[in-house]
């Protein structure tokens, strides 16, 4: 089996120059001085939030100047988190720069020089001018020029090998944008090591065509100019790059499609401009603003679609030619501006994290109603939040703070500001926080820095919902000290809990008169040991305290849903993936509608059919080959048909996360 090597190129490394035989060509020496002279060396302090802190680090790459007023040209992934920048010039001098505007989706970035640091401020700087990357054929002669960090600049000379490259497997990921949605390479064999991150790809008439950024084996991987050129114009008019966003996921044709032209909607994200638009998973979109879209036989052919759709104005009509069960039809759709996949973290040094903005499709994707939440990125151990109990943990989500609502990063810095103004000590803070879709409180001291899977249950008594233990100081903050108990989580929908009323917030501190013994972190299985020692269909009373109010609820009981290990599956040898009937608690941790009928994968051997077709684990699998897969009886027969009648292809559609996709899988029987 191949295996992909796949690197970025931010550090240092030595670049073969151009060798004495290549500078007899004419040709070659003029494409060299015409941009040789525009390139820089560029040094930064970079920082990225890990372990409870912003930790800065060294890097070096490659720039070129594009601009007379010293704007220069780089990758995102060397300077796009620079905190202070360093740029060495082809005549040796260091000069400071500022990150003008960064684009990780496109791992494009625009400096500018300070030119008052330069020995002649007034003197003209070397700029390089942009060719037309898409004149480029397999087959060009062009040349990788860099700057190694610790090196002189240097040239390597090859030729173009692809011009639709994308990345082997799978899209790369910088600061959570998935550049291959957008970007795909131009695959040349001139030789670049580390260090040649954005530095430019040449062709013989001396212009740029291309930015370097990846190798992949033996071929480097170049964004091409025109693409880089657009992305520098918005940089350095505007400081960053606006999008339009619409929610329509598109993948390649299925091998099994007739279609002639046009894409494949995999699923539409809810609430999107494509959603209420009325696009489907199924349909066919064949043109875009009158611009026709190919037939999208690869993944190659993806982002050159993406592209139509990234690039419309924001806020503008978008009009979608396509087809759906063979018939024409056409979509208006206004789009909304493209958020960050991550807004940037921020350090909260007196909480021992760092933390960023919830994003709305991040919200979406946690099956949340809104992005009203802070969002812990990292957690150093030993901190304040680290030390809470119970614990927070990196992905909670911080919404509420000392009975003020955080409804972002800014939110959690100011009042965390205000309650540590003027302290000496760490100050015990009531703070509300969801984990895994639940809400939980806990108490976290904050303030000036310190020195330095349950097993699956037999089917007994069962009231449906999820609890956290009041701890000690959990219930001094909730002004009940000494009280024991334990607080709801989460109330599980249709069950006896919500029936009865319970909700979530609210605290249980008897069960039939008698108080419930838990208090520590150890006894967070007290109370559910309670309930299933009663006789299923037996009725509690249960001492709530709400608010100030304090009621008594009655629930009767039945009996607790299927463990995970009672649930029938099914072990698909010739597919190489396992599957299982979805379960009350897989329908409480998805939200999923009651009508959703489907059954889950549970593993996926990676070099099996299904594995190779994209079958992944977490997928709902909801049909296969059109027909509906409501349990794993149904399953077991349609595949035991299709092995029968050796099919293939043959289609799996799945639900994955919050949106849908069709998977193809080709089996040899």
């Known amino acids: 089996m191949f295996r992909h090597a796949f690197y970025l190129l931010p550090c240092i490394a030595a670049l073969a120059p151009v060798t004495a035989s290549a500078k007899t060509d004419p040709q070659i020496e003029a494409s060299v001085q015409s941009v040789y002279p525009a390139l820089v060396r560029i040094h930064v302090v970079a920082e990225e939030g890990g372990a409870g802190r912003m930790q800065k680090q060294r890097a070096s790459g490659s720039g070129t100047i594009i601009h007379p007023d010293g704007y220069i040209l780089t990758n995102h992934h060397v300077a796009g988190r620079a905190t202070r920048i360093v740029v060495r010039l082809a005549d040796r001098q260091e000069v400071r720069a500022t990150l003008v505007g960064t684009d990780p989706l496109s791992d494009l970035a625009i400096l500018k020089i300070d030119k008052k640091d330069l020995r002649d401020p007034n003197a003209p700087l070397p700029v390089a ?4 990357s898409s004149a480029l054929e397999v087959g060009d002669v062009v040349l990788a020029m860099g700057s190694p960090a610790g090196l002189s600049q240097s040239v390597t000379q090859g030729i173009v090998a692809n011009t639709e490259m994308i990345a082997p497997g799978g899209s790369m990921r910088l600061d959570g944008e998935a550049v291959g949605e957008l970007v795909r390479w131009i695959g040349h064999d001139a030789v670049i090591f580390p260090g040649n991150s954005g530095g430019p790809l040449v062709n013989l008439k001396g212009e740029i065509i291309g930015v370097n950024e ?17 992305v520098a114009d918005e940089l350095i008019a505007t400081g960053k790059v606006r999008r339009s966003w619409t929610g329509l996921l598109v993948q ?39 611009t026709a879209v190919p037939a999208s036989r690869s993944p190659e052919d993806i982002p050159v679609f993406n592209r139509l759709l990234l690039e419309s104005p924001v806020g503008s009509e978008v009009k979608l030619d396509g087809l ?29 994290i760092t933390a960023r903005d919830l994003t709305q499709l ?21 901190g304040a939040a680290a030390d809470s109990k119970p614990a927070i943990a990196p992905g909670d989500l911080i919404v509420e703070l000392d009975g003020k609502p955080v409804t972002g990063l800014t939110d959690l810095v100011s009042v965390s500001a205000d309650i540590t103004k003027d302290k000496t000590e760490p100050v015990p803070v009531l703070v509300s926080y ?45 002004g009940i000290p000494g009280s024991k108990g334990v607080r709801v989580t989460q109330v599980h929908p249709g069950s006896n809990a919500e029936k009865a009323g319970l909700k979530t917030g609210d605290l249980l501190l008897k069960l039939d008169g008698t108080v419930i013994p838990s208090s520590r972190p150890e006894d967070s299985d007290v109370f559910s040991s309670l309930i299933r020692q009663y006789k299923i269909g037996s009725e509690v009373a249960l001492n ?6 304090d009621i008594v609820i009655k629930v009767p009981l039945v009996a607790s849903p299927e463990g995970t290990s009672e649930l029938a599956s099914h072990v698909c040898d010739p597919l190489e993936f396992t599957s299982r009937d979805l379960g009350q608690a897989d329908r409480v941790r998805e939200k999923l509608p009651e009508d959703l009928k489907g059954v889950l994968v549970s593993a996926v051997v990676p ?63």
């Open 362 to 382: 991040t919200a979406k994707q946690m099956l949340r109603d809104d992005n009203r939440a802070a969002v812990v990125q990292s957690l150093r151990a030993g």
């Open 544 to 549: 709530v305290r709400r608010g100030k109010e």
């Open 129 to 132: 001018k942009f060719g037309d």
């Open 434 to 478: 969801e984990h895994d879709g639940r809400n939980f409180l806990t108490v976290v001291k904050i303030g000036p820095e310190p020195d330095p899977d349950k097993p699956g249950l037999v089917r007994k008594a069962w009231m449906g919902l999820d609890t956290q233990v009041i701890s000690a100081d959990l219930a001094t903050a909730l």
């Open 607 to 669: 070099s099996g059919w299904a594995g190779l077709g994209g079958l992944s684990n977490g997928d709902i699998l909801l049909s296969l080959d059109g027909k509906p897969v409501d349990s794993i009886e149904t399953l077991k027969s349609l595949l035991d048909e299709l092995e029968k009648n050796k099919r293939t292809p043959f289609v799996m559609f799945v639900r994955r996360g919050i949106t849908t996709r069709y998977i193809e899988l080709e089996p040899t029987w």
């Open 324 to 352: 759906r069960d063979g018939k024409a039809i056409t979509w208006k759709l206004t789009t909304t501006e493209r958020e960050p996949a991550e807004p940037r973290e921020k350090e909260l040094l007196s909480w021992g």
């Open 214 to 230: 990846v190798g992949i084996g033996s071929l480097g991987g170049a964004i091409p100019a025109n693409l880089a050129r657009k």
């Open 252 to 290: 390649p044709l299925l091998k099994s499609s007739k279609d002639a032209a046009g894409v494949l909607v995999g699923g539409i994200i809810a609430g999107s401009p494509a959603d209420k638009a009325g696009l489907k998973a199924g349909d066919i979109v064949t043109a875009c603003n009158g």
